[in-house]
T-cell receptor, first 113, second 122 residues
Framework: AQKITQTQPGMFVQEKEAVTLDCTYD???????LFWYKQPSSGEMIFLIY??????QNATEGRYSLNFQKARKSANLVISASQLGDSAMYFC??????????FGTGTRLQVFP | GAVVSQHPSRVICKSGTSVKIECRSL??????MFWYRQFPKQSLMLMAT???????TYEQGVEKDKFLINHASLTLSTLTVTSAHPEDSSFYIC??????WGPGGTPPYEQYFGPGTRLTVT
């Protein structure tokens, strides 16, 4: 069965520093997609970055990059130059060939000055 | 582009009443919409997949007679919580998938999420 694991319930980072949020996954499907979403206190889910299982390069979107290690089944999110506005819940998710999104339990990131 | 709205954003209702939540794709057509539920400090759990013009597919453990889903058009899906009880209080989020396909025949990979509806049943 497909599974997403986020082992960090909470993380702290100082402003302007980089932070890595961990995500591991498990699937037997050779074709899948990995996503990261940000959920601020207002509740909306904000799409950050996507990595396809066949993509050769790690995805990057501005200050967000995804450290995709297929053999280890990990898809860690790296946020560079953290900002106070980055404080939020972050969810890793996987979409398999069945097109459903399975979410991890989330990591609460707090950025301090 | 790719904006999804939900209405209402917040609703309080009395136990035993029914509540309807609307999910609309504003600038694209969505053959498929998804409904999620999120309890406080927990993750999103998929409740059902809604396909335009056909019956919704419910996840295991979700009562289809309690959570009625109607996807009447390519831009609107509704979730009706029937005979709501306090344990139904939760944050309900919908997402919509564009009909456009990606290169190589792959389906669009991104679900666009609505802002959510916070339901409180007293």
């Amino acid at each position: 069965a497909q599974k997403i694991t986020q082992t960090q319930p909470g993380m702290f980072v100082q402003e302007k520093e980089a932070v890595t949020l961990d995500c591991t996954y498990d699937t037997s499907d050779p074709s899948y997609g990995l996503f990261w979403y940000k959920q601020p206190s207002s509740g909306e889910m904000i799409f950050l970055i996507y990595q396809g299982s066949y993509d050769q390069q790690n995805a990057t979107e501005g200050r967000y990059s995804l450290n995709f290690q297929k053999a280890r089944k990990s898809a860690n999110l790296v946020i560079s130059a953290s900002q106070l506005g980055d404080s939020a819940m972050y969810f890793c998710a996987m979409r398999d060939s069945g097109d459903k999104l399975i979410f991890g339990t989330g990591t609460r990131l707090q950025v301090f000055p | 582009g790719a904006v999804v709205s939900q209405h209402p954003s917040r609703v309080i209702c009395k136990s035993g009443t029914s509540v309807k939540i609307e999910c609309r794709s504003l600038d694209f057509q969505a053959t498929t919409m998804f409904w999620y539920r999120q309890f406080p400090k927990q993750s999103l759990m998929l409740m059902a997949t809604s396909n335009e013009g056909s019956k919704a597919t419910y996840e295991q453990g979700v009562e289809k007679d309690k959570f009625l889903i109607n996807h009447a058009s390519l831009t609107l899906s509704t979730l009706t919580v029937t005979s709501a009880h306090p344990e139904d209080s939760s944050f309900y989020i919908c997402s919509a998938r564009d009909v456009e396909w990606g290169p190589g025949g792959t389906p669009p990979y991104e679900q666009y999420f609505g802002p959510g509806t916070r339901l409180t049943v007293t």
